[in-house]
């Protein structure tokens, strides 16, 4: 399902919800259990949930229990959305892994995040 930058906006005030930004980044390397540590930076973030229409639907490119999220590239504060990527989770009650990005820009800005998650 494709939708427009108005679209998104006002989907995302209107039936949007408040989720978590999981950044899920490689911490410290411990010698002693051989182990790399990660380490979680969590941000609340306004999101969009819809699932993936007929049309788009292809046996080989989507998997059980994959949704498409759509992201404010902004932060309640007003600061910059840290751009997700696939070792990253959002977080809305379930812990989703986050499969693909895209970008939505306009120019150089981005307006929003495009991913596909996967319980």
Not at 17 to 30: F, P, Q, T
Not at 47 to 54: E, G, H, P, W
Not at 74 to 91: E, F, M
Request: charged share 20%.
């Amino acid at each position: 399902m494709a939708f427009d930058t108005y679209t998104l906006r006002m989907l995302l005030k209107e039936h949007g919800m408040d989720v978590v930004l999981r950044k899920v980044d490689e911490g410290a390397y411990n010698n002693d259990t051989g182990t790399i540590s990660t380490v979680n930076t969590d941000y609340t973030v306004r999101a969009y949930f819809y699932d993936f229409n007929a049309d788009t639907l292809l046996p080989t490119s989507i998997q059980n229990g994959e949704r498409r999220v759509v992201l404010s590239a902004t932060l309640p504060n007003g600061s910059a959305t840290p751009k997700p990527n696939a070792t990253d989770q959002i977080i809305n009650g379930d812990v989703l892994d986050i499969v693909k990005v895209f970008e939505v820009k306009s120019g150089n800005s981005t307006l929003f995040y495009t991913l596909t998650v996967r319980d």
